[in-house]
């Protein structure tokens, strides 16, 4: 028969925090524990830190190999109207649901301070749109100073990129690589002549679009489309919530 009492009753419900089958502090592959890591393994965490970086990479080659918007794919942008007029011949553009809703909150945001409202406009492909990589719009950057042959054309594009630099007000964050891309974009933003003759030579390469290295400072896989009329049909028009 048994008696158990509140004396002699012994139970064991682990301890907070740990994971039933993992031992706290147990080595672990090739490391053992690290007081640093606060009693995460040393093994486990360089292959968790490994196969992060490896995803990073694999993300990022599209940045660097370019890519193609199919036919039917939904992308976004914000505006200050509905009907969203377009400007400059060209969309900025956003892929992925966090882009959006970056771009939204900021707008959202700096907008609503002044009591303006702001509207996130979604657009389809009609068809399929080659996008330029990284790769490609600086290589197109480093040709227009080639093309030119000479020292004014350099001194050229060297002005038409400072005045794109203090028209945006755009810093670089610290640690940022400035790139041949990086100028490319910035100059494509401000409509300079070297932003309209690299645009040119995008569209006689067969690209409808470009990574807009430039945007990338808020967001992951923000793009340029151009010849949005023609690119692009419009599908959707709400108000940002955002305030």
């Given at each position: 028969m048994n008696d158990f009492t509140k004396e002699n009753f012994l139970a064991h419900h682990g301890i907070l925090g740990q994971k039933w089958g993992i031992r706290r502090y147990q080595p672990y592959g090739e490391g053992g524990y690290n007081p640093e890591h606060k009693g995460k393994f040393v093994g486990r965490l360089k292959a968790i830190k490994q196969r992060r970086a490896d995803r990073r990479t694999e993300k990022n080659k599209k940045y660097y190999e370019g890519k193609t918007l199919r036919k039917g794919s939904k992308v976004y942008r914000v505006s200050e109207t509905m009907e969203d007029p377009i400007f400059d011949n060209k969309k900025y553009l956003s892929i992925s649901k966090a882009d959006r809703k970056v771009w939204n909150e900021h707008?959202?945001?700096?907008?609503?301070?002044?009591?303006?409202?702001?509207?996130?406009?979604?657009y389809k492909a009609v068809k399929d749109i080659k996008i330029a990589s990284e790769t490609e719009l600086g290589r197109t950057f480093v040709n227009a100073f080639l093309k030119g042959?000479?020292?004014?054309?350099?001194?050229?594009?060297?002005?038409?990129t400072n005045y794109a630099i203090r028209f945006l007000g755009w810093k670089p964050h610290e640690g940022e690589d400035i790139g041949a891309a990086k100028m490319a974009s910035i100059n494509i933003?401000?409509?300079?002549?070297t932003g309209k003759a690299i645009v040119k030579e995008l569209l006689g390469l067969g690209y409808e679009g470009v990574t807009d290295t430039h945007g990338r400072n808020m967001t992951?896989?923000?793009?340029?489309?151009?010849?949005?009329?023609?690119?692009?049909?419009?599908?959707?028009?709400?108000?940002?919530?955002?305030?």
């Open positions: 707008f959202g945001k700096a907008y609503g301070k002044t009591g303006r409202k702001t509207y996130e406009i979604g042959g000479n020292a004014d054309a350099a001194k050229r594009i060297n002005d038409d933003a401000a409509q300079t002549e992951e896989d923000p793009i340029i489309v151009f010849n949005p009329s023609e690119n692009l049909r419009k599908f959707s028009a709400k108000e940002n919530k955002f305030k």
